[in-house]
């Protein structure tokens, strides 16, 4: 499958959060829980994954279903609108956990 520029651009883009979301964890768990600047960066990560992932083709999300593109996009859209019931551990979690795995991806995609 031939991917074009501009998913290309959008899965750059998609590293270049990953990388965000690597920097922030490697300041390690018990920073995280007390800043919560921190916390909101976090939250602000996510929301960008998943606004630039609801940017690629549906070709590319359905040619690598093993990449949580569709997921990215749900927590975005749980981060923009129901930010009051937000659960850090979750947000962690997905930065910690699942981000890495995807970017991994996307990656060798790329």
């Known amino acids: 499958?031939?991917?074009s520029d501009r998913d290309r651009a959008t899965l750059q883009d998609?590293?270049?959060?990953g990388r965000e979301a690597e920097d922030l964890v490697s300041r390690g768990r018990s920073t995280y829980d007390s800043d919560v600047m921190l916390q909101r960066a976090a939250q602000m990560i996510c929301l960008s994954l998943g606004e630039a992932a609801k940017r690629l083709?549906?070709?590319v999300m359905q040619a690598h279903p093993g990449i949580r593109f569709r997921m990215m996009v749900a927590l975005r859209?749980?981060?923009a609108h129901?930010?009051?019931i937000l659960d850090?551990?979750?947000i962690w979690d997905t930065i910690a956990t699942a981000v890495p795995a995807d970017i991994a991806k996307v990656r060798n995609l790329l």
């Open 14 to 17: 998609i590293l270049a959060f």
């Open 77 to 79: 859209d749980k981060v």
């Open 82 to 84: 129901g930010y009051q």
């Open 1 to 3: 499958m031939s991917i």
């Open 88 to 90: 850090t551990q979750v």
């Open 57 to 59: 083709s549906d070709e």
